[in-house]
């Protein structure tokens, strides 16, 4: 049976505010759990009796060795508590890889993103960049949550592999960075072609959302505009897509 503190702490989690003041959210499934395991600092694994397979078998064991809390939730309780359409059986409850913009500054590649407020594309970015081996992404105020459920289901695990800062106000941190030795390049429908992007120095790549685009302040901080010419008839590319296109450039 589920105890009521873990009942409650799981349903604050479903809540922004609860999340920051916490410090912790939560994830879901198999493969969300082990790459958990690997990569941060689980607090406490949830488990739905009717569903322990093997696999499951195999997280309860190594939690019970690295004294990871276990409880068992059954059908009822599960469904009280699921962040998902149907609950896969398994869940934890993870600490925040936040970082502050000091922590940042060893890293080549940071991207920048101003008011990106749909969930699939944040968690979309975040596992494109994962994928290109780029771990420091920066958030404007306003953009979604990066620990929202279905950021994080989006993921794929690259959550866990990622540093992330939310700042409160970009323009100071386009700033910040630019004094500490960064070229920021953004991205939009005019510059230069994509192929230009430089491939060595220290870079800071600022995308806007497609809604929103980019603010006139962080266009004005910009060293070079790049743009991903296209051949056919589409207003313009998905904010993910861009990024992929982009970091293929970069790292190719």
């Known amino acids: 049976m589920l105890s009521?503190?873990?009942?409650?702490?799981?349903?604050?989690?479903?809540?922004?505010?609860?999340?920051?003041?916490?410090?912790?959210?939560?994830?879901?499934?198999?493969?969300?759990?082990?790459?958990?395991?690997?990569?941060?600092?689980?607090?406490?694994?949830?488990?739905e009796e009717s569903a322990i397979d093997s696999d499951m078998g195999i997280i309860i064991s190594y939690a019970d060795k690295?004294?990871?809390?276990?409880?068992?939730?059954?059908?009822?309780?599960?469904?009280s508590?699921?962040?998902?359409?149907?609950?896969?059986?398994?869940?934890?409850?993870?600490?925040?890889?936040?970082?502050?913009i000091d922590d940042m500054m060893n890293a080549d590649t940071i991207l920048l993103l101003d008011r990106v407020n749909d969930p699939g594309n944040l968690g979309t970015i975040i596992r494109t960049a994962d994928w290109f081996d780029i771990h420091d992404i920066i958030l404007s105020e306003g953009s979604v949550d990066p620990y929202n459920e279905k950021v994080v289901?989006?993921?794929?695990?690259?959550i866990f592999r990622t540093h992330m800062y939310q700042s409160e106000?970009?323009?100071?941190?386009?700033?910040f960075?630019?004094?500490?030795?960064?070229?920021?390049?953004?991205?939009?429908?005019?510059?230069?072609?994509?192929?230009?992007?430089?491939?060595?120095?220290?870079?800071?790549?600022?995308?806007?959302?497609?809604?929103?685009?980019?603010?006139?302040?962080?266009?004005?901080?910009?060293?070079?505009?790049?743009t991903i010419s296209g051949k056919g008839n589409a207003e313009s590319l998905n904010l993910a897509m861009s990024v992929g296109i982009t970091l293929h450039q970069l790292t190719h």
Do not use: C
């Not at 106000?169 to 700033?175: D, I, M, N």
């Open 177 to 226: 960075l630019k004094k500490n030795g960064y070229s920021i390049a953004v991205l939009d429908l005019e510059g230069e072609d994509i192929s230009e992007l430089p491939k060595k120095g220290k870079l800071a790549l600022l995308f806007g959302s497609e809604s929103h685009g980019i603010s006139d302040q962080l266009l004005a901080l910009a060293d070079a505009s790049y």
């Open 66 to 79: 690295t004294d990871i809390p276990v409880e068992r939730a059954n059908k009822k309780e599960a469904e």
């Open 4 to 47: 009521n503190s873990a009942s409650s702490l799981l349903k604050k989690l479903s809540q922004k505010k609860f999340r920051k003041e916490y410090g912790l959210f939560v994830v879901e499934g198999k493969k969300g759990v082990h790459e958990a395991l690997d990569n941060a600092d689980v607090e406490l694994i949830i488990v």
């Open 153 to 158: 289901r989006s993921t794929m695990g690259s």
């Open 81 to 100: 508590i699921k962040q998902t359409e149907t609950f896969p059986g398994i869940m934890a409850v993870v600490g925040m890889n936040e970082v502050s």
């Open 169 to 175: 106000y970009l323009v100071e941190t386009v700033e």
